[in-house]
T-cell receptor, first 113, second 115 residues
Framework: GDSVTQMEGPVTLSEEAFLTINCTYTATGYPSLFWYVQYPGEGLQLLLKATKADDKGSNKGFEATYRKETTSFHLEKGSVQVSDSAVYFCALSDGGAGNMLTFGGGTRLMVKP | DAGVIQSPRHEVTEMGQEVTLRCKPISGHNSLFWYRQTMMRGLELLIYFNNNVPIDDSGMPEDRFSAKMPNASFSTLKIQPSEPRDSAVYFC?????????????FGDGTRLSIL
């Protein structure tokens, strides 16, 4: 079946540092890939997505590129802020009925001033 | 546009009591999902509906849990009787299912505490 693997956290960075959160997946066919962010006390919010190989999703300074050859969708940001502290989830949809998502375990990011 | 609306935001009750969680999906969405999130088990899919019909309830923990979607704009998740191990944050999400590429949109969740 489908699966998503994320690097375990927490990831602790200083403000303005470069961020990479690794995500790899296993799926049949050509899934769509997503990054969600969850701030404390809130639900998951879509951060960015990519629907085909070599697509780059971007939002709020975050980027991720759909790499089919390495089955990866790593999240990057050039300069993190304290307000980016949250839990980040990588997910895939294989296009089946209902748009079911398969989630990774989440990576907690802590940014210190 | 209004997002997914869940109620109540917080619920504290004693074990053995019936608990009902409510969800209003985004208008026009035809898929609805119920999730549970705990520190120990992370985010778990409990059940999902497509066009108001339950498609996969394999994630429902046991018979104490039930979910309904009587129409396209309302769903409930019921726990009867509740137990302390049911304490968690329960999320509802909705999506416009077109065969892939469309994200799920989450509500802010119901934080449930069973004493």
């Amino acid at each position: 079946g489908d699966s998503v693997t994320q690097m375990e956290g927490p990831v602790t960075l200083s403000e303005e540092a470069f961020l990479t959160i690794n995500c790899t997946y296993t799926a049949t066919g050509y899934p769509s890939l997503f990054w969600y962010v969850q701030y404390p006390g809130e639900g998951l919010q879509l951060l960015l997505k990519a629907t085909k190989a070599d697509d780059k999703g971007s939002n709020k300074g975050f980027e991720a590129t759909y790499r089919k050859e390495t089955t990866s969708f790593h999240l990057e940001k050039g300069s993190v802020q304290v307000s980016d502290s949250a839990v980040y989830f990588c997910a895939l949809s294989d296009g089946g009925a209902g748009n079911m998502l398969t989630f990774g375990g989440g990576t907690r990011l802590m940014v210190k001033p | 546009d209004a997002g997914v609306i869940q109620s109540p935001r917080h619920e504290v009750t004693e074990m053995g009591q019936e608990v009902t969680l409510r969800c209003k999906p985004i208008s026009g969405h035809n898929s609805l999902f119920w999730y549970r999130q705990t520190m120990m088990r992370g985010l778990e899919l409990l059940i999902y509906f497509n066009n108001n019909v339950p498609i996969d309830d394999s994630g429902m923990p046991e018979d104490r849990f039930s979910a309904k979607m009587p129409n396209a704009s309302f769903s409930t998740l019921k726990i009867q009787p509740s137990e302390p191990r049911d304490s968690a944050v329960y999320f509802c999400a909705s999506s416009f299912a077109t065969g892939g590429g469309q994200p799920q949109h989450f509500g802010d969740g119901t934080r449930l505490s069973i004493l």
